[in-house]
């Protein structure tokens, strides 16, 4: 071993009150668990010891809880970037604790290397593998590992032997070179490859190498139910009948699907489909449905930044992981969500909004405008940039006290000229070709939830005809949100 083995104490010890921590890892796996799990003990002690201890945290996406809810709940984080999925963080997020700034992926990584977050004083990644060279195979996920590596000043490493022989050669590790010499990125099929299959690193950074042997824990998903089963046939439905008249090339499209149980089930539908080809995906997070779809063979391919797996997936993969190194890439998230490559490539992008309003733009992230629920994450990476951009969504929440189907979102994270798709379990609205009140009138009919459908025609009704492009109405737009934030239920809305 080229770096010294030290303890996680030890590792802790190196990091300084006010330093910012580039902490590896994606879509909560491949994410060091022993260094910020004693960086939290440590910030405590501070604490205790009446002396101020926070840092900055720049990771790829989520971490997982041994990362941010260890640090949010030793109250040592002072700001936060780019995406998280976790109670505690999302707690401090909201509560004004931790100073959270909202990113698209593709971007977090190159704002890192443009200087835009100041200094990287520490990075700390997760290693399944340390070349004889000193050269870094990350483990289950890349995210924005190979960039914290190269710009930090301080390096500290968990070498997992969870994961120890079993992923090298899955890799494929390319950062972008700097504007103005940046040149196109030579990927034009999902499975090209352009990098390398590890990280080289700056041997003199290192403060040493902590052992761990610990998988990642992935929370289940949510079973199916009625509705998410209903929303991911329509999805299948709408690009099953897209594919026979033609719009989509007979060998299909590459696939993007968002995270959560929603994106999931979507998925699940696609692939189960006969109807459809067997399709190749370029996405961000592997998650067990693709792993299930490849075994079947209806996923012929896929390049992601993670193996968001539960234990069996992974065990799955692992028992046969000569099959699947030929099969799956895992490559930086900035490669992954790449505007330049999703546009070339054709990618069809499924996401996930929490509301979306009747002019089809979409909130994926504010509860009632103001509440953080994780960020962002790729979907506005995905949507501008795809064919096709499709957004799910059940058409109520909260067992129907809120209509996902709104006069107006009450935050914007991917706009009317970026979402194409809108499906609910009601129905699919096209949104291509349409003008404003076009789209309003085919999102009511389609997508709204019966008991809100009539509510959605009156605001449409008392908003048009006042000479104006968009039926909006200001007195109007949050009547519904304001509904619920009095009553706890939108059905007892009333218009002005
Ligand atoms: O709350 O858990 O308290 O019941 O929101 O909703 O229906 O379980 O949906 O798990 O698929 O997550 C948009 C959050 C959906 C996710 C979002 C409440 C609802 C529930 C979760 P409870 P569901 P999902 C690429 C793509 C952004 C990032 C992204 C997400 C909870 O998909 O984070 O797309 N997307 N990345 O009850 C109030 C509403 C609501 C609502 C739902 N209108 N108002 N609460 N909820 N609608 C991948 C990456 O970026 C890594």
């Not at 580039?22 to 060091?32: A, W």
């Not at 390096?155 to 700097?178: C, F, Q, R, T, W």
């Amino acid at each position: 071993m080229k770096y010294p083995f030290i303890s996680a104490a030890e590792a802790a010890s190196s990091i300084r009150h006010g330093d910012t921590v580039g902490i590896g890892g994606f879509s909560s796996v491949g994410t060091p668990k022993a260094v910020p799990a004693a960086l939290a003990e440590h910030a405590g002690a501070m604490h205790r010891e009446g002396k101020e201890f926070k840092v900055g945290l720049i990771t790829g996406g989520a971490t997982g809880n041994q990362v941010d809810s260890a640090l949010a709940l030793a109250d040592a984080v002072s700001f936060r970037t780019p995406f998280q999925s976790n109670k505690d963080m999302r707690n401090s997020i909201n509560a004004g604790e931790v100073q959270y700034f909202d990113l698209h992926l593709s971007q977090i990584g190159q704002d890192v290397r443009y200087g835009f977050l100041g200094k990287v004083n520490v990075a700390i990644a997760e290693a399944s593998d340390i070349t004889d060279e000193g050269e870094i195979i990350p483990s289950t996920s890349v995210g924005i590992t190979p960039t914290l590596l190269q710009v930090a000043d301080k390096i500290i490493i968990e070498l997992n032997e969870a994961h120890s022989g079993k992923l090298a050669g899955m890799h494929d590790i390319y950062v972008p070179a700097m504007p103005p010499h940046r040149t196109e990125i030579p990927i034009y099929k999902v499975n090209d490859r352009i990098g390398t299959p590890s990280v080289k690193i700056d041997p003199s950074k290192v403060v040493g190498v902590v052992r761990t042997n610990e998988r990642d824990r992935i929370a289940a998903f949510t079973p199916l139910n009625e509705t998410t089963v209903r929303i991911g046939h329509n999805v299948a439905e709408f690009l099953c009948s897209e594919w026979k008249r033609g719009a989509i090339p007979q060998e299909f499209l590459p696939l993007q699907s968002g995270v959560g149980n929603i994106a999931n089930a979507v998925l699940g539908a696609l692939g189960d489909n006969p109807a459809l080809p067997a399709f190749s995906m370029f996405t961000e997070v592997i998650q067990n449905s693709v792993i299930d779809l490849m075994a079947k063979g209806r996923i012929r391919f896929v390049a992601g930044s993670s193996l968001t797996l539960s234990d069996d997936h992974l065990d799955m993969m692992y028992d046969d992981i000569d099959t699947f190194r030929s099969r799956v890439l895992l490559r930086p998230q900035e490669i992954t969500n790449h505007p330049e490559l999703i546009r070339r490539m054709g990618i069809i992008a499924v996401n996930t909004a929490l509301e979306a309003d009747i002019f089809g733009n979409v909130n994926s992230t504010h509860v009632s405008g103001c509440k953080m629920m994780n960020g962002i994450g790729g979907s506005g990476d995905f949507a501008r940039n795809a064919f096709l951009s499709i957004f799910t969504t059940p058409s109520t929440a909260k067992g129907g006290l809120i209509s996902s189907i709104v006069p107006q979102v009450s935050h914007v994270d991917s706009t009317e000229h970026d979402v194409r798709i809108l499906v609910t379990e009601q129905g699919v609205a096209d949104l291509r070709g349409k003008s404003p009140s076009q789209r309003a009138r085919c999102i009511i009919e389609n997508c709204a939830h019966p008991d809100y459908r009539q509510l959605l025609w009156d605001y449409l009704k008392l908003s048009e005809g006042h000479s104006c492009h968009t039926p909006m109405s200001l007195k109007n737009a949050f009547k519904m949100h304001i509904a619920f934030a009095e009553t706890g239920d939108m059905r007892n809305t009333k218009f002005e």
